[in-house]
């Protein structure tokens, strides 16, 4: 040993190596959240449109209920109202909500159920 501090030529391309990996590894993900979270963001506005239909269907009459769709913003929905043979007081609600996702287009489906018992009174 002849007392020299320091690192080698060898220490330090190796060490270059392992840090550029990290980088890119990184670099990679980085793509990979921001799709994601784009996803994530489509998703809850698809979910939310839903939801908002859902409650006014559920506000609505049950004479008045009726299949539709219509669009808000980037999402188009669709909705169905159906009596089960075997519930005639019970409306199924089912909702779709549609949007774009790269060169295609995404579907999420909601189904809800209501009751249209007559009141007691």
């Given at each position: 040993?002849?007392?020299?501090?320091?690192?080698?030529?060898v220490e330090v391309v190796v060490a270059m190596v392992i840090l550029?990996?990290?980088?890119?590894?990184?670099?990679?993900?980085?793509?990979a959240i921001t799709r994601l979270t784009s996803e994530g963001v489509?998703?809850?506005?698809?979910?939310?449109?839903?939801?908002?239909?859902?409650?006014?269907?559920?506000?609505?009459?049950?004479?008045?209920?009726?299949?539709?769709?219509?669009?808000?913003?980037?999402?188009?929905?669709?909705?169905?109202?159906?009596?089960?043979?075997?519930?005639?007081?019970?409306?199924?609600?089912?909702?779709?909500?549609?949007?774009?996702?790269?060169?295609?287009?995404?579907?999420?489906?909601?189904?809800?159920e209501r009751s249209c018992a007559p009141m007691a009174g």
């Amino acid at each position: 040993m002849n007392g020299n501090r320091g690192f080698s030529l060898v220490e330090v391309v190796v060490a270059m190596v392992i840090l550029t990996v990290g980088v890119l590894g990184l670099a990679a993900s980085a793509g990979a959240i921001t799709r994601l979270t784009s996803e994530g963001v489509r998703q809850a506005g698809a979910a939310a449109v839903a939801s908002s239909r859902i409650e006014t269907l559920r506000a609505t009459d049950c004479a008045a209920l009726a299949s539709g769709s219509a669009t808000t913003g980037a999402y188009s929905e669709a909705w169905r109202i159906f009596t089960p043979p075997a519930a005639p007081f019970s409306r199924h609600i089912t909702v779709v909500v549609s949007y774009r996702h790269g060169r295609g287009t995404r579907y999420s489906t909601y189904v809800t159920e209501r009751s249209c018992a007559p009141m007691a009174g």
